[in-house]
């Protein structure tokens, strides 16, 4: 898969949480951008001294094949205050283009996988590959009977990016199970699978099986590493451990 430099025009954009922004843009070139969910892309801008920097943003668009010319591009930008890639993103109105580059990442469902089940774990801005593997995990579940569990870390309800369309597909498709974990707060009206605490601190009641299962881990580096030993502990192989960090940077 070549990597491409290309524009993207600003279609549309809305808070997904006090300070974490989805945007949704189209290629300005009128090209496709073939990707496979799980991968990322980077946008390239200058610090105000006319330094070149760049950011890596995962890809949240809920997609089974490759993106067309004109179908949107979709991420979520967490705001870091005094940031300039958030200054730059801030200050982008509609119709605005940014200059990026990509998609890289080997972050993605492999298609010879087979496990009886998949353990994603995610804080944060790290859930978006998984929106975009959703159509990809509903065909795994009806194809070959796997299960999904999606252990997702935020500290309040209002910091769940996604949470509402991770629990209609857990809804709708028997199989995904959508476990959010509170560090700080929890929702008024808990649904049963509500957690009061950090990811890692729920992986026992799932009891994680080498035998059977591959975890994906993906945002706060933190909680990669310790969900990676304890995964470990638990006797499941290096290589069934798949590992993306998320670092905020200015």
Same mark, same amino acid.
């Given at each position: ?43 390239? =801008?200058?610090? #105000?001294?006319?330094? &070149?920097?760049? !950011?890596?943003?995962?890809? +949240? @668009? ?44 080997? =972050?993605?469902? #492999?298609?010879?996988? &087979?496990?009886? !089940?998949?353990?994603?774990? +995610? @804080? ?44 209609? =597909? ?81």
């Amino acid at each position: 898969m070549a990597i491409q430099h290309f524009p993207l025009k600003l279609v549309s954009r809305r808070m997904l949480a006090p300070t974490v922004g989805h945007y949704a843009f189209v290629r300005d070139d009128g090209q496709p951008l073939d990707y496979i969910p799980g991968q990322f892309i980077q946008v390239h =801008f200058q610090y #105000a001294d006319g330094t &070149a920097t760049k !950011r890596s943003y995962s890809l +949240a @668009t809920i997609h089974d094949h490759a993106l067309g010319a004109g179908e949107e591009v979709e991420i979520a930008v967490s705001y870091v205050p005094g940031g300039a890639a958030t200054a730059l993103f801030e200050s982008l109105a509609e119709g605005g283009t940014i200059n990026a580059s990509g998609p890289f990442g080997r =972050f993605c469902l #492999a298609p010879n996988d &087979a496990n009886r !089940r998949y353990l994603l774990i +995610a @804080t944060g801005t790290g859930v978006t590959p998984y929106r975009a593997m959703l159509p990809q995990l509903e065909a795994q579940i009806r194809d070959r009977g796997i299960e999904v569990v999606l252990l997702f870390g935020a500290r309040t309800p209002e910091e769940l990016l996604y949470g509402d369309e991770f629990r209609a =597909f857990a809804d709708r498709v028997p199989g995904f199970r959508f476990v959010p974990c509170f560090s700080r707060e929890l929702p008024a009206d808990p649904h049963p699978d509500v957690r009061h605490g950090y990811v890692q601190q729920f992986l026992a009641e799932f009891s994680p099986d080498g035998a059977n299962d591959i975890a994906y881990l993906c945002g706060n580096p933190n909680m990669v590493d310790a969900c990676f030993e304890s995964l470990k502990e638990y006797g499941l192989p290096v290589p069934a451990i798949r590992r993306e960090k998320y670092v905020s940077s200015k």
